[in-house]
């Protein structure tokens, strides 16, 4: 189970937490979003493919079944498959650069207790992989926006209490974040 989820593994955990995703929503725009990557996803993934990979998912205990009163099956995502999903997408998470910067500033500041140390080494992590400027130890900077990544990675790591989010318009030092992140000003 420690190796690495192959494209069409990846794709299925996906669509499963595709479902979820529809099931906890109420926000029509995220609705069809969801559904148009799903349909992407499945119309992507060569049948006998699937196959195999579901009874490879199942039997690494990744994924579950239920079989249904109208004797259906359903196929549900285990603990272990939810943590590889978060995994995945974390490791493949990217900020979009806008066709034009804002001029705005997005500004991580975080003050997490000694007790959640991995989180906060994970976290600051997390941060420079995304792109941000490490401005302090606990303070990062980022030009572009970028709430929906950052609230899924502190929700990931569990340091919703400890962690702020902020949108800045001037900040001192903006010449020298205008170099590093290589904007016009």
């Known amino acids: 189970m420690g190796r690495r989820l192959g494209p069409t593994a990846q794709k299925i955990l996906l669509l499963l937490e595709a479902g979820i995703i529809l099931g906890l929503t109420q926000r029509p725009d995220h609705y069809f979003r969801v559904l148009k990557k799903a349909h992407k996803a499945w119309k992507e993934i060569d049948a006998e493919s699937m196959h195999k990979t579901i009874k490879r998912l199942y039997h690494s205990k990744l994924i579950d079944y239920h079989e249904n009163r109208d004797k259906t099956v359903s196929l549900v995502i285990a603990a272990v498959g939810e943590q590889k999903i978060l995994r995945y997408r974390l490791e493949n998470m990217k900020i979009q650069k806008p066709p034009h910067w804002d001029g705005l500033w997005r500004v991580v500041i975080f003050d ?59 900040v001192d030092v903006a010449p020298d974040l205008k170099r590093k992140f290589h904007l016009k000003s």
């Open 112 to 170: 997490i207790p000694e007790r959640f140390k991995k989180g906060r080494v994970a976290l600051a992590c997390a941060l420079k992989n995304l792109g941000f400027h490490a401005f302090q130890k606990s303070v990062f900077v980022h030009p572009y926006p970028c709430k929906d990544e950052i609230d899924f990675v502190v929700e990931m790591f569990e340091l919703r209490p400890y962690v702020r989010f902020l949108v800045a318009q001037e």
